[in-house]
């Protein structure tokens, strides 16, 4: 097989002379000058790329290079100084915080014992307002039972009288009513 692609590749010029492709015809002075200068003009492209384009190029992407390196290590600076940040914040915050439950404990403790002293206060003084109605009123009671037999005499010497048309005897009059009166004054 290698022997075949061999020989084709040497028939290959006289074939395409025969086939009318005279470019490929290297019998003609004209084609073989072609190959020459092709052959020098791509020698000074090649030693001139060489010598002074690629190392442009080279010196272009170092600096890029270095320039990505600088601005990476900033950044791996940047996200170091911000994570320390972020932890000194996290840790400030979660100290405020727990000053601050600390803070507000304290302020609820004081406001629960102010709020007991106050409470403890006015139920003495309720206490004291309550025993000093009690003793009022058994006041006004034993006053109002004291003149309750001779109110109930007079109205009831009054009604006889005006019911009769005679006056009642007072003696008789306040016997019943002491009579009626003594269950309700026990």
Not at 68 to 90: C, G, N, Y
Not at 91 to 98: D, Q
């Amino acid at each position: 097989m290698p022997a075949l692609l061999l020989a084709a590749l040497c028939a290959a010029p006289g074939a395409a002379h025969a086939a009318g492709m005279p470019q490929l015809d290297f019998s003609t002075p004209l084609t073989i000058a072609q190959v020459v200068w092709g052959a020098i003009i791509f020698a000074l492209l090649y030693i001139l790329v060489s010598r002074w384009g690629l190392p442009q190029v080279e010196t272009v992407l170092a600096h890029r290079a270095s320039v990505i390196a600088s601005d990476l290590d900033a950044a791996r600076s940047a996200k170091v100084e911000s994570d320390a940040a972020v932890r000194e914040l996290t840790e400030a915050t979660a100290k405020a915080r727990s000053e601050a439950q600390l803070a507000v404990n304290a302020a609820m403790d004081e406001a629960k014992r102010a709020a007991e002293a106050k409470t403890a206060a006015v139920n003495a003084r309720l206490d004291e307002q309550l025993r000093s109605a009690e003793t009022q009123i058994a006041q006004a009671r034993a006053t109002a039972m004291a003149a309750l037999p001779e109110v109930a005499t007079d109205a009831a010497t009054a009604l006889i009288a005006r019911l009769t048309g005679r006056a009642a005897d007072p003696a008789a009059v306040s016997a019943e009513v002491a009579r009626h009166l003594a269950p309700a004054q026990g």
